[in-house]
């Protein structure tokens, strides 16, 4: 075929791919309308926190499950440093094989033990289980010790897209559900019986919980805190991570792939030359909630990637006791591309003051997508 030919047959191709692709664009809203969310029903909230009460233990023991190859680094981390602040259960990080669990977008951690060292040390199972989103959706390791751990009478509390890992397990099937806004239609495919509910941060039905988006697992551990040890508790925590409510309220028509998104996502992506590592030091009883919310929304704008550095590559122990592995040891960070955690600030206000920077280095719209990633209501 003449090289003209095939030439002109790619470009007619090419301008009709980008032709599509400008009517996807177009077809999508602008952007999301704001709205207040409505209150939670008291009877609700009441239903709520009484599905979540403990049955089992005095002092319930409570497994945060993480895939080795890849669990998301919010939903591992927040549930485990607010529930371990918390001191109201015993909090054991668990991987699904031996070795450290790579965290996404950034860290690595040494979990307390495997599936398989848990259930010889706890063979009644634990009180809840902990799901966070993970790369694969379909582990038959954690499957079957999901299925198994829900067996012994475990309340299983999917976090964001760790709704579609319980979906997998089939826990979900003929239940009410919510999930991250992005990954909706992947859960409904996982388990079709499930019925979605909109506008809630977080959905119980029998004895299997889920939650909206990254920023969820906040008002999640908070209820969880509440629901053992009373409301007291429960509020004496969310001033230590400024978090003024955790009910369930939540407007999900606020969350959707928008025009703005998607062309910020492509701009970014396509801004190749101008991306940018940078870097968070890891210091021996940090706050893992702060890091955890920081990395990840840095980790989210498309224009840098966060890695994790420290002076000893055994890496540090945080404020409630998790070992966080550095990913580069011994070297000092350019001061220019160092992010903090805001450690003189509460969690959540850490987070706010993140987007802000982000805002202020990459532009608002940046700030807005990454806000949109997170699910979380500015």
């Excluded at 980008?18 to 999301?32: Q, Y």
């Excluded at 002092?59 to 109201?88: H, K, M, S, Y």
């Excluded at 031996?98 to 040494?110: D, E, I, M, N, T």
């Excluded at 003929?174 to 859960?187: C, F, Q, V």
Aim: aromatic content about 6%; some cysteine; glycine content about 8%.
């Amino acid at each position: 075929m003449p090289r003209s030919v095939l030439s002109g047959g790619l470009l007619v191709l090419l301008v009709l791919a980008l032709a599509g692709f400008g009517g996807w664009l177009l077809s999508l809203p602008s952007e999301t309308a704001a709205a207040e969310p409505s209150p939670v029903p008291q009877a609700e909230r009441s239903a709520m926190l009484d599905s979540l009460r403990p049955v089992g233990r005095e002092r319930p023991l409570v497994a945060v499950l993480g895939l080795n190859d890849a669990t998301e680094t919010t939903d591992f981390l927040v549930p485990t440093g607010i529930l371990r602040r918390a001191d109201v259960a015993d909090i054991v990080t668990v991987a699904t094989g031996p070795g450290s669990v790579q965290l996404y977008p950034a860290f690595r951690v040494k979990p307390d033990a495997t599936i398989a060292a848990f259930d010889s040390a706890h063979p009644r199972g634990a009180d809840y289980v902990i799901v966070p989103a993970m790369s694969r959706d379909d582990d038959p390791t954690a499957l079957a010790w999901l299925r198994s751990q829900a067996e012994k009478g475990a309340r299983v509390i999917g976090i964001c897209a760790g709704a579609k890992v319980v979906a997998a397990a089939g826990l979900l099937d003929g239940r009410r559900a919510t999930t991250h806004w992005y990954y909706l239609g992947e859960l409904l495919q996982r388990s079709p019986s499930a019925a979605y509910v909109a506008d809630r941060r977080m959905v119980s039905d029998g004895r299997v919980t889920t939650t909206t988006g990254i920023t969820a697992s906040m008002p999640m551990m908070l209820t969880l805190v509440e629901a053992i040890a009373g409301p007291a508790r429960a509020g004496a925590i969310a001033r230590d991570l400024g978090v003024a409510r955790w009910d369930a309220r939540h407007v999900s028509g606020a969350f959707k792939l928008t025009r703005s998104f998607a062309t910020t996502v492509l701009a970014n992506r396509m801004a190749f030359w101008n991306r940018e590592e940078l870097g968070i030091r890891l210091e021996p009883g940090m706050d893992e909630v702060s890091l955890a919310l920081v990395a990840d929304a840095w980790s989210r704008t498309y224009r840098s990637s966060v890695t994790a550095f420290a002076a000893s590559p055994e890496g540090i122990v945080s404020m409630n006791g998790v070992r966080l592995i550095p990913d580069r040891s011994g070297a000092e960070w350019p001061r220019s591309r160092q992010v903090s955690t805001l450690p003189n600030r509460p969690p959540a206000q850490a987070l706010d003051r993140t987007l802000e920077a982000i805002a202020a280095r990459y532009g608002s719209r940046t700030a807005d997508m990454v806000a949109l990633q997170l699910e979380y209501p500015r």
